[in-house]
């Protein structure tokens, strides 16, 4: 009984205030230390996928990747808030939020249902309405692809054929694809393609991360 009370002391006197990554240092910002949020490679990127603007936050250093890692694969859902402050707060001094619907990049039943959560969607929910855009309904994944990571260069163009789906009209309208990481571009060249036959006006895409270094 003394160690079950020795527990339930301990819990609640638990300091909240702690980082997220590390556990050991007060929080500083988007739930980091000090010395973990140094750790972090701020780019403020933007570049061309296709014939559209992608913005990107931070450079896909070993920190990132880690907390990238820890998030969808080791399923620390914790991250979430994390990288939904990230782009929220850079998406509102941006300006970026300003299009007709949120498409955050979906993944197929398959790893959903592996993963336990949409780890695109668990972000940008905790923002939605709080920005003007609502999510673009009916846009999904059909197709259980390879990690783009994984791949070689003609491997990764051809990984995503025909691996998204929609049919719905987007005439006039505008959307924005939320991503975590942006490498080749593939990903989104493959989603602005199918929202391209949906006559779409206007994409931009905003990533948290990416693996190019734009001066």
């Given at each position: 009984?003394?160690?079950?009370?020795?527990?339930?002391?301990?819990?609640?006197?638990?300091?909240?205030?702690?980082?997220?990554?590390?556990?050991?240092?007060?929080i500083y910002k988007y739930g980091l230390c000090r010395d973990c949020?140094?750790?972090?490679?701020?780019?403020?990127?933007?570049?061309?996928?296709?014939?559209?603007?992608?913005?990107?936050?931070?450079?896909?250093?070993?920190?990132?990747?880690?907390?990238?890692?820890?998030?969808?694969?080791?399923?620390?859902?914790?991250?979430?808030?994390?990288?939904?402050?990230?782009?929220?707060?850079?998406?509102?001094?941006?300006?970026?939020?300003?299009?007709?619907?949120?498409?955050?990049?979906?993944?197929?039943?398959?790893?959903?249902?592996?993963?336990?959560?949409?780890?695109?969607?668990?972000?940008?929910?905790?923002?939605?309405?709080?920005?003007?855009?609502?999510?673009?309904?009916?846009?999904?994944?059909?197709?259980?692809?390879?990690?783009?990571?994984?791949?070689?260069?003609?491997?990764?163009?051809?990984?995503?054929?025909?691996?998204?789906?929609?049919?719905?009209?987007?005439?006039?309208?505008?959307?924005?694809?939320?991503?975590?990481?942006?490498?080749?571009?593939?990903?989104?060249?493959?989603?602005?393609?199918?929202?391209?036959?949906?006559?779409?006006?206007?994409?931009?895409?905003?990533?948290?991360?990416?693996?190019?270094?734009?001066?």
């Amino acid at each position: 009984m003394k160690w079950r009370k020795s527990l339930l002391i301990d819990y609640l006197f638990l300091d909240k205030n702690t980082c997220t990554f590390c556990q050991s240092e007060y929080i500083y910002k988007y739930g980091l230390c000090r010395d973990c949020f140094d750790k972090l490679d701020f780019v403020d990127n933007k570049f061309l996928i296709g014939d559209y603007d992608c913005y990107s936050i931070y450079f896909y250093n070993e920190f990132f990747k880690r907390l990238i890692g820890l998030y969808k694969f080791e399923r620390k859902t914790e991250f979430s808030k994390i990288f939904s402050k990230m782009i929220y707060d850079y998406g509102i001094e941006k300006n970026i939020f300003d299009v007709d619907y949120i498409l955050p990049a979906p993944s197929s039943r398959k790893t959903l249902l592996h993963r336990g959560f949409d780890h695109i969607r668990m972000i940008t929910d905790d923002f939605i309405e709080k920005i003007g855009p609502v999510y673009l309904d009916g846009f999904s994944k059909v197709k259980d692809t390879k990690a783009q990571h994984d791949l070689g260069k003609e491997e990764r163009s051809k990984n995503l054929i025909g691996a998204f789906k929609f049919d719905k009209d987007l005439t006039g309208k505008s959307v924005l694809i939320i991503d975590d990481l942006v490498t080749t571009g593939n990903t989104s060249l493959e989603i602005i393609k199918v929202l391209g036959k949906a006559n779409v006006k206007d994409i931009k895409i905003l990533a948290l991360a990416s693996e190019r270094r734009v001066l």
